[in-house]
Every structure is written in structure tokens, then in C-alpha cells.
């Protein structure tokens, strides 16, 4: 008889065990970092980053990544009124997303401590645009409910692929400058945690 409920208890408990483990990622914001190197008079280096990331990965593979382009920080508050108002354009534009699809098994399988490479085809709306990019990254399973994911190289990110030209020669005009790079190169590190 005991034998019995032992095996009925389990029988209950095992659907719940595989929805927790099936559970959706969210995104820390405070645990996570996305920053980018802007380059001005050819030589001039400055990272800048943002304050506010919200995402999820879901069970079946489903990434989602919101950046609220209105959370820039470049540490300088002029600075960032002009790339929110004449860059970024946050009031037509308030946000970027990028979205992806990750094999779910390669998330499942991933033992505790263990780090792997994976090859990310996303799709990456910004200013209006949508393009489509293959980004690496790194996942490591930190714990039965939490992964690291960082990028092992930098996007790039190019103002002419996003309608963003304009905005980078108003920003040099503003700040009487001869050149600031149409090219960015942006970084992250992402913890999720179920």
C-alpha cells in the first residue's frame, strides 16, 4: 500500500517538476548590461549603455529582448537629451527588439557550471527598420535557474542599414564635431532567471 502511494505522489509530482524546469526566462534588468562604443573625431572612444532591458525566453525557444531607447546613459545629460530627441527619435521610435529562435533542447540539456557557443539568427527591429542578423553568444547555466548569456563578439550596429545617417550628422553638427562613426559596436550581458 505504501508502495502504491509512494508511486501515485510521484506520478502527480512529475508533471510539475517538468513545468518548472520548462518555466519562461525573464531578463534581470538589474543583473543584465547593454552598452555600445561610439567613435567621434576618428580617435574618441566613449561607452555608452542602457539603464532598461525587459525579456523572455519562453519553453519553446521563443527570445524576446525590449530596450527602451529612452534609458541611454552616456553621462552626460545634454548628451543624452540629444540621443534621445535627435538620434533615437524616441517619441516615434521608443524602443528596440530583437527577437530569435533557440532550439530548446540546447537550453534543456545544458548541465549546471557548463558554457556553450550558439550560432543566433535574430531579427532586430530599430528606427522603423527591421534586419535580420547572426549573433553569437555564449550561455553558460549558472544554476538550475539561472543562465548568463553574453555576446562573444560585438554587433555591429550600422546607421545606414536603420535609417540613422541623418541622426548621426545632426548629432556632429550639435557638437560642432567633423565625424562620428555611422558604425557601433554593441555589447551584452544578459542573466535570466526562471
Do not use: C
Not at 548568463?148 to 550600422?158: D, R
Amino acid at each position: 500500500m505504501k508502495q502504491g502511494l509512494k508511486t501515485g505522489l510521484l506520478a502527480l509530482l512529475l508533471p510539475l517538476g517538468f513545468s518548472v524546469n520548462a518555466a519562461t526566462w525573464t531578463v534581470s534588468n538589474q543583473e543584465s548590461n547593454v552598452s555600445y562604443v561610439s567613435i567621434k573625431q576618428g580617435k574618441i572612444a566613449e561607452v555608452n549603455r542602457f539603464t532598461q532591458v525587459d525579456g523572455q525566453l519562453n519553453d519553446k525557444g521563443a527570445f524576446s529582448l525590449t530596450i527602451p531607447l529612452s534609458s541611454v546613459s552616456t553621462g552626460i545629460a545634454i548628451r543624452d537629451t540629444r540621443m534621445k530627441s535627435v538620434f533615437f527619435e524616441v517619441d516615434k521610435y521608443p524602443k528596440l527588439t530583437l527577437s530569435a529562435q533557440i532550439d530548446p533542447k540546447s537550453i534543456q540539456d545544458l548541465q549546471l557550471g557548463e558554457v556553450a557557443r550558439m550560432e543566433v539568427d535574430a531579427n532586430i527591429d530599430f528606427h522603423g527598420e527591421s534586419k535580420k542578423m547572426l549573433v553569437t553568444v555564449s550561455v553558460a547555466k549558472l544554476s538550475e535557474t539561472g543562465l548568463l548569456v553574453t555576446s562573444t563578439q560585438p554587433v555591429i550596429i550600422n546607421a545606414g542599414e536603420f535609417e540613422l545617417v541623418s541622426g548621426v550628422n545632426k548629432l556632429r553638427d550639435l557638437a560642432g564635431l567633423t565625424q562620428i562613426s555611422y558604425a557601433v559596436p554593441v555589447s551584452f550581458v544578459l542573466s535570466l532567471h526562471q
